[in-house]
């Protein structure tokens, strides 16, 4: 195994954490290809400005998986986001791939970007638990992205709340 460069933790709560950062790692590049899924087939009112803003939702999406990712790996584990991995380990609802109305899109992420900010906050309760305080803060820092970027793409539509 490589080298833990967290040895404040103990080995139960390293573990514990590297497991908790892979599960969460593969929810948010499923729903980074989610995002790319909706960005590449919405048509509709309002269409430019959706799509525009769901490059930067998900250009978030791949720096808060990078920043799990190396956590994982200072704490001497292998980050688990191979697309076979993903596909295995992913909490959230596939995402359906008829869809095309932006409306449809918007409720569609809306309601996984809900479903992923509620395990990001459940992540955060564990890496407290565990002591891991740098965890908990890469989470929360993640999940602040993710309800800001809910935010933003369900702003678009009156049915998304």
Known sequence: MPQNFVPFLS???RTEMIGVLNDRLADTIDLSHAVKQAHWNLKGTGFIGVHELLDDVTAHLREGSDMMAERVAMMGGLAQGT????????????????????EDHVQALVSRFNDYTVKLRQAMEAADEAGDEDTADLLTEVSRNAEKDAWFIGSNSAKAA
């Open 83 to 102: 697309t076979q991995t993903v596909a295995e380990k992913s909490s959230l609802e596939p995402y359906p791939t008829e869809l095309v109305s932006v």
């Open 11 to 13: 080995e139960n709560a």
